[in-house]
């Protein structure tokens, strides 16, 4: 690939205050971008002024959604480094999701290195204050202009970064969910296990109607019986002395918060099944006191409390609202990795600079 070149901003932009940033609101003073044809593959990679893009109305992103995302942050440690989290996962996932939309494959290696770079020039920009990060958003859509079904011939990935606040404005707290009995999210054999913007857009009308709680719980699209995940979180139960989360059957997005809790359980001891698990056996084990806990997790929120279910008529109540001690100790622990407060015992660390 070639060099990546680097134009930079006559007019850097005022910082928004760290307390103020909340999620996905600000962008930085730069973008990476690099387009894709048939004669060329994958060329011209450039860090440019970030700015809005000049698109052809016919591209086929708009009218038949190819298109897919990924999403990872850049944490400040105390001394100041800028560091990665498993970000080689995160350019894998993007290729299996590439895989399924019919977009051409990525460098895996050569994405870090521009997303290095793109962090690089925005240094500034990762956060300080606690709790707070620099959200990665790198994407790819068609943007070839015919209204033809195939796969485009042209692409554009980009990459834009998001100063964000802390998930936790006012500390660890457990959620409530909305187990939802009617519309599904995605089915074997579908793209339920890419990031593609489809799955999002059909998942709105579930948590528009799901009012006061602030997630939905989805259940598979075929029976409707089978816990799936929830809308940017893979989930977690405690039950008895077992720690289940959903196996990917390709419904599910295979989380890399969800594949890193797996492994952290299993170093400390605990038995962890990759299972088809029905909500009735969730309401069973609340019912003779064998739930024990249930969390989420995923880049965002990292580890997530779940206080408490509503599935149709009934309210199932977790850890008596409180925060689970697993789930605790599991929410630290990863954390403590991001932050290199704690020893990085599994090499997930990679320094930008
Ligand atoms: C991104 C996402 C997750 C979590 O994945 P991480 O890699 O842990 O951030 C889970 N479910 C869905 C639907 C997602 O989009």
């Known amino acids: 690939m070639e060099e990546i070149k680097v134009t930079l901003t006559e007019t850097p932009k005022q910082k928004p205050a760290e307390d103020a940033l909340g999620f996905g609101k600000y962008f930085t003073d730069h973008m990476f971008m690099m387009d894709y044809n048939e004669e ?14 000049a698109l052809d109305p016919s591209a086929s992103v708009f009218h038949y959604a190819q298109e897919v995302f990924e999403g990872l942050k850049a944490y400040r440690t105390a001394d100041g480094t800028i560091q990665l989290f498993r970000p080689e996962e995160n350019f894998k996932r993007l290729n299996s999701s590439n895989d399924r939309l019919c977009i051409p494959q990525v460098d895996v290696d050569f994405c870090i290195k521009a997303l290095s770079k793109l962090i690089e020039v925005e240094k500034d920009w990762v956060p300080h204050a606690e709790g707070t990060s620099l959200y990665i958003r790198p994407f790819i859509f068609a943007c070839e202009p015919v209204l033809g079904v195939h796969p ?4 554009k990935f980009i990459i834009i970064l998001s100063p964000s606040g802390s998930y936790y404005a006012s500390g660890l707290a457990p ?5 939802e009995p009617e519309y599904v999210r995605a089915v074997r054999g579908g793209t339920g296990f890419t990031k593609t913007g ?12 799901a009012k006061g709680y602030s997630q939905v719980l989805w259940l598979d699209g075929v029976e409707r019986k089978y816990i ?5 979180m893979n989930v977690f139960f405690v039950i008895g002395d077992e720690v289940v989360t959903p196996a990917l059957l390709g419904s599910v997005l295979p989380g890399i918060t969800r594949k890193s809790c ?3 359980l299993r170093s400390w001891g605990y038995t962890v099944n990759e299972r088809r698990l029905s909500i009735d056996e969730v309401e069973e084990a609340a019912k003779n006191g064998q739930l ?16 408490e279910l509503k599935y149709k008529d009934d309210v199932i109540e977790i850890s008596g609202g409180e925060i689970g001690e697993l789930t605790k100790r599991l929410y630290d622990e990863l954390t403590g990795i991001q932050l290199s407060k704690r020893e990085d015992r599994f090499g997930w660390i990679t320094k930008v600079c």
Request: glycine letters at 12%; one cysteine or more.
């Open 198 to 209: 489809g799955n999002y857009a059909c998942s709105l009308k579930a948590q528009q109607e």
């Open 152 to 155: 485009s011939k042209e692409y």
């Open 292 to 307: 024990k806990e249930m969390f989420g997790t995923g880049t965002a929120a990292v580890v997530s409390p779940v206080g």
């Open 262 to 264: 797996i492994e952290i």
């Open 40 to 53: 060329k593959g994958w060329h011209d990679p450039r860090i440019i002024p970030y700015g809005p893009i």
């Open 228 to 232: 799936e995940e929830v809308g940017a």
């Open 175 to 179: 959620v409530k969910i909305y187990v």
